[in-house]
């Protein structure tokens, strides 16, 4: 079930390179700004992130670090993706 920021459903269209319970967990919004090769929504995305923020080790895709936004990449715990941030 959806909730109103659209979490709790992927909004992916065609192929998609993120993980599901990712795409499930994270606002519609931020799906719709991943550019479509690496996640299909049919939305024309812009490359907000292109760089990533990782200060660290990280287990995300670095084609997904430098797609999502730097706010995105702070939200995730350091033990996932380390941005130094706390």
């Not at 659209?6 to 991943?34: C, F, M, N, T």
């Amino acid at each position: 079930m959806q909730n109103e920021l659209g979490q709790g459903a992927s909004h992916a269209v065609g192929d998609s390179k993120v993980p599901e319970a990712l795409q499930d967990k994270v606002p519609q919004s931020v799906e719709e700004k991943l550019p479509n090769q690496l996640h299909d929504t049919g939305s024309a995305a812009t490359n907000e992130g292109s760089v990533s923020h990782a200060t660290g080790d990280s287990k995300v895709p670095q084609g997904l670090q430098e797609a999502v936004p730097e706010k995105l990449e702070k939200i995730l715990p350091n033990s996932i993706h380390d941005t130094g941030a706390k």
